[in-house]
Nanobody, 121 residues
Framework: QVHLVESGGGLVQAGGSLRLSCAAS????????MGWYRQAPGKQRELVAT???????NYVDFAKGRFTISRDGAKNTVSLQMNSLKPEDTAVYYC???????????????WGQGTLVTVSA
C-alpha cells in the first residue's frame, strides 16, 4: 500500500502564509503528476495546483500569484506554499499522486487524508 501524509495545515490570519507538505510511504516505482486539491465545508473538492514529473505546473485561477507548488523527486514529496491567504481559502487540503508501483503496472491515483487550513478574517 502507498500512503500519503499531509502536514503543515493550521490556523492563520488573513494575509498570512502556510506551507503544506505531502510525503509518501510504501513502494513506488514512479510518480507522474502530483497535485493539491481542497474541499471547503459544503462544497465539492476542487483542484488547486498540479505539477508534472517534468516540473510543469498548473494553477487554477484563485491560486495563481499566491500559491506555489513544488516537488522533490528524490524524496517523493510535494509542497504547496500559500501566501496572502484569504478566509475563502479555508478548506481541507489534500495531496494527490498518480503513481506506478512497477515497470509493467498501470497508473494509480493515491490521496492523502487531508490537512485543515483555517484562515481567520
Amino acid at each position: 500500500q502507498v500512503h500519503l501524509v499531509e502536514s503543515g495545515g493550521g490556523l492563520v490570519q488573513a494575509g498570512g502564509s502556510l506551507r503544506l507538505s505531502c510525503a509518501a510511504s510504501g513502494r513506488i516505482f514512479s510518480i507522474n503528476d502530483m497535485g493539491w486539491y481542497r474541499q471547503a465545508p459544503g462544497k465539492q473538492r476542487e483542484l488547486v495546483a498540479t505539477i508534472t514529473s517534468g516540473d510543469i505546473t498548473n494553477y487554477v485561477d484563485f491560486a495563481k500569484g499566491r500559491f506555489t507548488i513544488s516537488r522533490d523527486g528524490a524524496k517523493n514529496t510535494v509542497s504547496l506554499q500559500m501566501n496572502s491567504l484569504k478566509p475563502e481559502d479555508t478548506a481541507v487540503y489534500y495531496c494527490h499522486y498518480t503513481i506506478r508501483r512497477g515497470l509493467l503496472a498501470g497508473y494509480e491515483e493515491v490521496w492523502g487524508q487531508g490537512t485543515l487550513v483555517t484562515v481567520s478574517a
